[in-house]
């Protein structure tokens, strides 16, 4: 189904908070569809300040990772920050391998990435 909103999307101050509604990004079509909801954000609705918050998710494909990474591009050319949180240990330690974990500020707790976002502002 290629409509199915796959991304739930709320407002917490001026960020816009991304929590990803499935378990397993893994699959292409779940991918592509989940990447054009986020690209979306960013480019018909100038969300530039984007968290993503990882609670639900188990199981991220290096395919997901890429678009997570064109996603950060895409941000920074708007100006934007993005920032990603609440991910486990087990795909936490795939950004570590892979050194995303340089290039994307990732913490434990959704509260907690929501006041970085605020500091900047100061």
Do not use: H, W
């Given at each position: 189904?290629?409509?199915?909103?796959?991304?739930?999307?709320?407002?917490v101050d001026d960020v816009t908070?991304?929590?990803?509604?499935?378990?397993?990004?893994?699959?292409?079509?779940?991918?592509?569809?989940?990447?054009?909801?986020?690209?979306?954000?960013?480019?018909?609705?100038?969300?530039?300040?984007?968290?993503?918050?990882?609670?639900?998710?188990?199981?991220?494909?290096?395919?997901?990772?890429?678009?997570?990474?064109?996603?950060?591009?895409?941000?920074?050319?708007e100006n934007g920050e993005l920032k990603l949180c609440?991910?486990?240990?087990?795909?936490?330690?795939?950004?570590?391998?892979?050194?995303?974990?340089?290039?994307?500020?990732?913490?434990?707790?959704?509260?907690?990435?929501?006041?970085?976002?605020?500091?900047?502002?100061?």
């Amino acid at each position: 189904m290629a409509d199915e909103q796959r991304l739930l999307v709320e407002a917490v101050d001026d960020v816009t908070v991304v929590t990803f509604k499935d378990k397993k990004i893994l699959d292409e079509a779940v991918i592509q569809e989940v990447g054009d909801q986020l690209f979306s954000l960013v480019d018909k609705q100038y969300k530039t300040r984007l968290l993503l918050n990882f609670e639900n998710v188990e199981y991220l494909s290096s395919a997901a990772l890429g678009k997570l990474i064109t996603l950060n591009k895409r941000v920074k050319e708007e100006n934007g920050e993005l920032k990603l949180c609440n991910i486990i240990p087990e795909i936490y330690e795939v950004f570590r391998i892979t050194k995303l974990n340089r290039l994307f500020e990732i913490y434990e707790e959704m509260e907690q990435a929501v006041r970085r976002f605020k500091r900047r502002e100061a």
